[in-house]
Nanobody
């Protein structure tokens, strides 16, 4: 089992920045995919950014050039730097881990609210 705990959400004005963190309860060895998703009220959960199994990054078109995903393996922590925030970025942001193996394991954090409003 792996517990994921997000932090760093809050209220920010349009154009502002926030950095989200996702701490994993233990190191995850092997092949895995780790990333950030978000869900706005009345909408489906959508991918924001992730690290692929090869360590490459994928971003949703709506956040390219504004958000940066990074990780610190020594701290078992994933980050999402969000810049130039827009009201449409308002959502609950979730950390996700998928351990790729014969029987995949998928974990979600509890989510952190990001509100972009003046």
């Amino acid at each position: 089992q792996v517990q994921l705990v997000e932090s760093g959400g809050g209220l920010v004005q349009p154009g502002g920045s926030l950095r989200l963190s996702c701490s994993a309860s233990r190191s995850v060895f092997g092949i895995n995919v780790m990333g950030w998703y978000r869900q706005a009220p009345g909408k489906e959960r959508e991918l924001v950014a992730l690290f692929t199994t090869t360590g490459n990054t994928n971003y949703a078109d709506s956040v390219k050039g504004r958000f940066i995903i990074s990780r610190d393996n020594a701290k078992n922590t994933l980050y999402l730097q969000m810049n130039s925030l827009k009201p449409e970025d308002t959502a609950v942001y979730y950390c996700n881990l998928k351990i790729v193996q014969l029987v995949p394991e998928i974990y979600w954090g509890q989510g952190t609210q990001v509100t972009v409003s003046s």
